[in-house]
């Protein structure tokens, strides 16, 4: 009932506003339940386990990466125009994502005995295929879901990820309570990825048609997006080594206990996400778009500007409310990720402000210029893990990513610039990421007790007050700045 009245209200607001609130409920919903899973997690599996299966999480992240081919980006690039053009551009996108995703299953069934050898960690093959499952299946799903959000269909968008979520944790649930541990969750995983993966190529047969036969229309379109997407694929890449890599390197160095405490600091880092996401999910599909219309390049500098407050805001937001979590709802052995949780934070905010100011490097007929930069970063990141890891473990991995993410985003926003000259606020911005790191700080400086708790809502509402002061977060005006899309609209 409660779902069904806000969901009532959206009804009611801007096209864009519906869109980021529904966005906004379907990842509160996933948020929540993987906040509910946590402990059932974290008493079923020891700190060792939770380490080894984010490792094997890390090796997915690389096969996801291969597996995608840059086909999100891609689609965004080539099926943003007038409707003809955008609805075959998505059928041989999704076409191309299927034939990845089968060709991907086939390797994994043939090969995941060789690949189990190739882990750092010992793993049976058939925690391999599980996983190889999951990960081929992933480009699959994330260009339909991408599709929709293109052409305004945010409800079924948000239905999908919504029952996703459900259905895996359910799983999860079951499998881990029943024994079966890190197997039982790469299991839930691939049964819910193949399930997911077929429901959503029904759904995009029916609105753009799949072009799966390699016709010379679909092969010549096939050559163009592939030249798009594949540098991108060696931007993911070095994304990887910027995000992840690190618990690679970790897992010879530093107790696996110590790697599950890691891991869980990140996965409350995450919930930075609950205020950026939605924002996300509704501009990275029309930021390039958006500079080719009247007045595109004021207002795309003006949303940049809200996802900037947005994520700093949030940042600031998990970086205080993350190590409570983590005392309230895990066993003793977890705690000391707590300490961990606002320097992920800040990491994980320097990663997303280089995304918001690279419009201009995402702009061209190739994705090689973003490629170069996240190659560099990537670079950074790996020369000081090999510095700092061996010595200081988990916090040297901390430092070098800090390090990197603040490289990307000094030369993303200097290279962008120079293709697509925008005005973004930076003066403001810097303002509040000020106060922010303030707020973030004194809960880190204090003892817990009345002065801490005062001064961090103090704080927030400091940091609150100078988010929307500048004129940073008005976000229904926001909303509506952004024309739609002249690509076909897909009913929800």
């Not at 201009?360 to 170069?372: F, H, Q």
């Not at 927030?460 to 976000?475: H, Q, S």
Request: positive net charge; glycine residues 10%.
């Amino acid at each position: 009932m409660i779902l069904h009245r806000v969901l009532g209200r959206l009804a009611n607001q801007s096209a864009g506003v519906r869109a980021a609130g529904l966005y906004a409920v379907g990842l509160a919903w996933t948020k929540g339940i993987a906040l509910l899973m946590v402990p059932i997690l974290t008493r079923s599996l020891a700190p060792a386990e939770f380490g080894r299966l984010e490792v094997l999480s890390s090796i997915a992240e690389i096969g996801g990466l291969l597996a995608g081919a840059g086909l999100v980006d891609t689609l965004y690039r080539f099926a943003s125009g007038a409707r003809p053009a955008a609805l075959r551009a998505a059928a041989q996108v999704s076409g191309l994502s299927l034939l990845v995703a089968m060709s991907g299953l086939l390797l994994f069934g043939l090969f995941a005995g060789q690949i189990a050898v190739l882990v750092p960690i010992p793993t049976p093959p058939t925690q391999i295929l599980l996983l190889g499952v999951a990960v081929v299946l992933e480009s699959a799903i994330t260009v339909p879901l991408s599709w929709m959000r293109m052409n305004s269909a945010a409800g079924a968008y948000t239905a999908v990820i919504m029952l996703r979520a459900t259905i895996q944790s359910g799983l999860v649930a079951a499998l881990v309570l029943g024994g079966y541990g890190v197997s039982g969750v790469l299991g839930a995983g691939a049964i819910t990825a193949f399930g997911t993966a077929t429901l959503l190529a029904a759904w995009q047969a029916r609105r753009s048609g799949i072009a799966v036969l390699p016709t010379a229309a679909n092969r010549h379109a096939w050559r163009g997006m592939l030249a798009y997407g594949l540098p991108l694929v060696g931007g993911g890449l070095a994304s990887f080594v910027l995000g992840t890599a690190d618990r690679l390197l970790l897992a010879g160095v530093v107790p696996d206990a110590a790697l599950g405490q890691y891991a869980l600091a990140a996965k409350f880092a995450m919930l930075a996400a609950l205020l950026t996401q939605p924002f996300e999910l509704w501009w990275f599909p029309r930021r390039i778009g958006l500079l080719n219309e009247p007045e595109g390049k004021a207002q795309s500098a003006r949303l940049a500007g809200v996802g900037a407050a947005l994520v700093t805001l949030s940042a600031a937001m998990a970086a205080i409310a993350g190590p409570q979590l983590i005392f309230l709802l895990t066993p003793a052995a977890y705690h000391p990720a707590a300490l961990l949780v606002p320097f992920l934070c800040a990491s994980l905010a320097m990663q997303s402000l280089g995304s918001l100011f690279n419009v201009g490097c995402y702009a061209t007929r190739t994705g090689t210029t973003a490629m170069l930069v996240n190659s560099l970063a990537a670079a950074v990141a790996m020369v000081f893990y090999l510095l700092l890891i061996p010595y200081w473990g988990v916090p040297g991995a901390i430092a070098a990513t800090l390090l990197a993410q603040v490289t990307r985003l000094g030369v993303f926003t200097v290279v962008s610039q120079r293709r697509v000259k925008l005005s973004y606020p930076f003066a403001a911005l810097l303002r509040l990421s000020g106060v922010a790191i303030l707020a973030a700080a004194v809960p880190q400086v204090l003892q817990p007790g009345w002065t801490s708790a005062l001064a961090t809502l103090a704080g927030l509402g400091l940091t609150g007050a100078m988010a929307f002061a500048p004129g940073l977060l008005v976000l229904p005006a926001t909303f509506r700045l952004a024309k739609p899309l002249r690509a076909a609209q897909v009913d929800a």
